[in-house]
């Protein structure tokens, strides 16, 4: 099975979870934006959760199809289209060989993931296919997909094989066979044009000013276009410390939200670097770098302070559900496969 990058879209790239191990070497970690879309995407299809698949942002590409293949998106609602018909989100989806899917308006959401059986044929950079754009690393030749690539699967696990094989008579003379059932919506992430991000308290949080902090968890901000895969440039109430700080550069990770001395909070994101120094004020809590990531520039979110043992509680409830999630879709692909 391979894909066909007829018109690569605004920016498509190779993402899995990410590269681990390396931030000491000044390797950064990458991977997807949202990984909860992602890992579901990969689940859907037969393939493990770290599989590489296409992270697509904002506006789609067109890919046509060789081979039949199965297929999930998932993530944000980009308009995937079929020979003119609606392919349904968060669900396998079989592709007639030679069709064409393309993307539309982006309803909600800012990145989709397609995730194909088997998993996207790159080679492994520093144990991970992630693609890192500044520094031309992994995916496809360290870059953004182009018009006239070819990905191709990686090996096809034997349930996946087996699920198309059955579903092969319910195409017939239609662009794609959709399964009936699908990953519903009580089990997404609580995805909003106006998100509510929950954080808790970074390690500078103390030495800004009161009006500051309740500024903090009290107005929304407003996700400016200089933001990108490396960080979200937020504009809002001006953060001001109670004097001057020069913290120590330290490690950051994903969510970590930074003051620079301007005082408009930058969180950092998947392609973010490994130390930072300016002022930390908060930290988004794991469950909800998700939702963080399918916000548009343009769009507003409001940050809500909860305590390190709610978030660890949330991040515990949510791997759980994740994990009965995909056993269940497990079985589903198992039965419908005849296995």
Not at 20 to 42: E, P, T, W
Not at 51 to 77: Q, Y
Not at 125 to 137: H, Q
Not at 269 to 297: F, W
Request: hydrophobic residues 40%.
């Amino acid at each position: 099975m391979s894909l066909h990058i007829i018109n690569p879209g605004l920016l498509s790239t190779i993402q899995d979870l990410g590269r681990f191990g390396y931030q000491h070497q000044g390797v950064i970690v990458c991977g997807a934006m949202d990984s909860f879309a992602l890992r579901a995407a990969n689940v859907l299809v037969g393939n493990g959760q770290d599989e590489a698949a296409l992270e697509i942002t904002l506006l789609g590409p067109s890919i046509r199809f060789e081979g039949e293949t199965l297929i999930a998106i998932c993530g944000g609602d980009l308009s995937p289209i079929i020979d003119g018909q609606p392919v349904p989100l968060w669900r396998p989806v079989l592709v007639k060989t030679g069709k064409v899917l393309e993307f539309g308006t982006c309803i909600q959401g800012a990145r989709a993931y397609l995730a194909i059986a088997g998993g996207i044929d790159v080679p492994l950079v520093m144990e991970s296919r992630s693609t890192y754009l500044r520094a031309g690393l992994g995916g496809l030749e360290g870059r953004a997909m182009k018009a006239g690539d070819v990905l191709r699967s990686r090996s096809v696990s034997e349930i996946s094989k087996n699920y198309i094989k059955k579903s092969l008579g319910a195409l017939k003379s239609k662009p794609f066979a959709a399964a009936p059932w699908c990953i519903g919506s009580p089990a997404h992430p609580a995805y909003a044009r106006e998100a509510v991000i929950r954080v808790i308290r970074g390690r500078d949080f103390a030495h800004f000013t009161e009006v500051s902090r309740n500024a903090f968890v009290c107005q929304p901000f407003r996700v400016t276009p200089q933001s990108d895969r490396m960080g979200y440039r937020m504009e809002g109430p001006v953060l001001e410390l109670e004097s001057p700080l020069e913290p120590i550069s330290e490690g950051v990770s994903f969510g970590t939200v930074q003051v620079p001395s301007e005082g408009n909070p930058i969180i950092l994101m998947a392609d973010r670097q490994t130390i930072g120094g300016y002022p930390s004020i908060a930290q988004v809590v794991t469950v909800d770098l998700p939702v963080l990531a399918q916000v548009k520039p343009g769009e507003y979110v409001r940050f809500t302070e909860i305590s390190l043992e709610k978030a660890e509680k949330l991040y515990i409830d949510m791997e759980q559900s994740f994990d009965l999630t995909s056993k269940a879709i497990g079985l589903y692909l198992k039965k419908e496969g005849g296995v």
